[in-house]
């Protein structure tokens, strides 16, 4: 658990809010029109968000396990809900208790280096072709190729065997105090070995979702250590590239999935949404079709990793990489 000294600090980076309605399970209802963008703006208030203590925080967004995936879709459109994307996409890795807990797969590294890298690439890429309309201001994706922000090895508490969803949205917003605030930004609370929420690995391999700091909204991303679940959550998908190993090949795939998401959709589901497959994401999950829409080890400059395809509009298919 936390100091109550820290505890205190990350809630005072919290505001206090009002919830009308609360989520009981992991499914979101769709929000769309007016009060999408006002969700968006303001942050804390209509249904799915929770509050807790004094944390505030949306239902997440979870990405399925292998097990539970569906077969790949194609043929349909994903709709913009009148929220906010990030426009300008950065990343801010935190590595809660790694040092202290231990790292055996070296998935730190892997990470560092996967998100060195992956701005500017053929395959984020994808996200250029989706945009914000705010106050009638159109403005689309950029694949910027310096996309890590930042890099923080969090050593000051100890990590919670299970960590609840309320205690990973304090650790975002921990980073935030750190890092300082962008509203373009996923904040990464990577947690360590045998230190997962739970249904890692059983139900779920990552999920992403939304806290605020003040009238700010914050988007987060949940990623347990992905080797702990093994196969379900990626371990020995395909023949690894050789930048990483095949026990941690779900560390790239499951990022690549959340990071896709929370740069379409940061505070689900106020972004690019369907009804049916959920965010882009989820409609390529675990693919296993063929070539370019299955799992592969795909280019990100001179380095490869494991990634899933993502949905595109253009093609109303999932690709590996878009061009204009």
């Known amino acids: 658990m936390y100091r109550h000294s820290r505890l205190a600090a990350i809630l005072g980076c919290a505001m206090t809010l009002s919830i009308v309605g609360c989520a009981t399970n992991g499914g979101v209802a769709p929000i769309a029109g007016p009060a999408a963008s006002a ?42 809900r009148n929220g906010s994307v990030l426009t300008t996409p950065t990343a801010y890795l935190i590595l809660w208790g790694y040092k202290k807990y231990g790292d055996a797969n070296h998935v730190a590294k892997l990470l560092k280096d996967y998100l060195k890298v992956a701005g500017g690439s053929g395959h984020n890429n994808i996200y250029t072709q989706y945009y914000q309309d ?22 000051t508490d100890p990590v919670p ?5 309320q205690q990973v949205a304090a650790e975002s917003l921990a980073g935030v ?8 930004a996923s904040y990464i609370v990577a947690t360590p070995h045998l230190h997962s929420s739970a249904g890692f690995g059983t139900s779920f391999c990552a999920y992403h979702s939304a806290t605020v700091q003040g009238s700010n909204v914050v988007s987060y991303t949940n990623l347990p250590y992905q080797p702990d679940a093994g196969p379900s959550c ?3 998908f395909i023949l690894p ?5 095949g026990t941690d090949e779900g560390v790239t795939i499951v990022e690549g999935h959340e990071y896709g998401e929370s740069v379409t959709d940061p505070n689900p589901p106020s972004g690019w949404y369907n009804n049916t497959a959920g965010e882009i994401g989820d409609a390529c999950a675990w693919a296993q079709g063929a070539p370019p829409d299955n799992v592969e080890n795909v280019k990100f400059g001179k380095k490869s990793y494991t990634a899933q395809p993502m949905y595109s ?5 999932c690709v590996q990489s878009y061009s204009p």
């Open 39 to 80: 969700l968006v703006q303001t942050g804390g208030n209509g249904p799915g968000w929770i509050h807790a203590g004094n944390i505030v925080y949306h239902v997440p967004h979870y990405m399925v396990t292998r097990w539970a995936a569906r077969p790949n879709t194609s043929g349909i459109l994903f709709t913009y």
């Open 134 to 155: 705010i106050s009638s201001v159109k403005t689309y994706i950029t694949n910027p190729k310096k996309q890590r922000g930042g890099v923080w090895d969090d050593e």
């Open 161 to 165: 065997t299970n960590p609840t969803d």
């Open 177 to 184: 105090a750190h890092f300082g605030y962008d509203a373009n």
């Open 234 to 236: 990626g371990a020995n």
């Open 241 to 245: 590239p050789k930048d990483e190993t």
């Open 313 to 317: 509009n253009a093609s109303e298919s």
